[in-house]
């Protein structure tokens, strides 16, 4: 039985983190476990994610998860927007909540720079050279 779609196409948070992801080099959707997912051989963002607080599952609809260098983990997690998702959490990954689709530049260029460093974590080197190319 496949997983119920958790998004919605016309989002418009999901069609800001649709241009950031799939302007990487290489880059393609799937959507996976109900959620779109950005890749090249390997998931570098999901659009959406779930944790699990108390025993109860919570929907973070609007959110990215990401995985970041190992360094920023810890300070993006003291971040009020950020949380471990479910089964991807014990990996390194984290959610973050995403800015409304018209917040200032800088909120959605931070929401580019996360992607883009978990691009770099899960991408082979000729994609990232020529990502570097650019």
């Known amino acids: 039985m496949p997983h119920p779609r958790m998004f919605d196409e016309d989002d418009p948070q999901l069609a800001r983190v649709r241009e950031i992801a799939l302007g990487f080099p290489g880059a393609a959707e799937k959507i996976t476990h109900g959620?779109?997912?950005?890749?090249?051989?390997?998931?570098?963002?999901?659009?959406?994610?779930?944790?699990?607080?108390?025993?109860?599952?919570?929907?973070?609809?609007?959110?990215?998860?990401v995985l970041p260098e190992a360094g920023e983990r810890e300070p993006l997690l003291a971040d009020d927007r950020c949380?471990?998702?479910?089964?991807?959490?014990?990996y390194g990954w984290l959610g973050m909540a995403l800015p409304a689709p018209r917040a200032a530049?800088?909120?959605?260029?931070?929401?580019a720079e996360l992607i883009d460093a978990s691009y770099r974590n899960t991408a082979g080197r000729r994609l990232i050279a020529e990502l570097d190319a650019r």
Request: glycine share 8%; charged share 15%; no cysteine.
């Open 35 to 65: 959620h779109p997912a950005f890749f090249t051989t390997k998931v570098f963002a999901y659009y959406g994610g779930s944790e699990r607080v108390d025993g109860e599952w919570i929907q973070h609809t609007h959110t990215v998860l």
């Open 83 to 90: 949380y471990v998702p479910a089964y991807l959490g014990a």
């Open 105 to 111: 530049r800088r909120a959605w260029a931070e929401i």
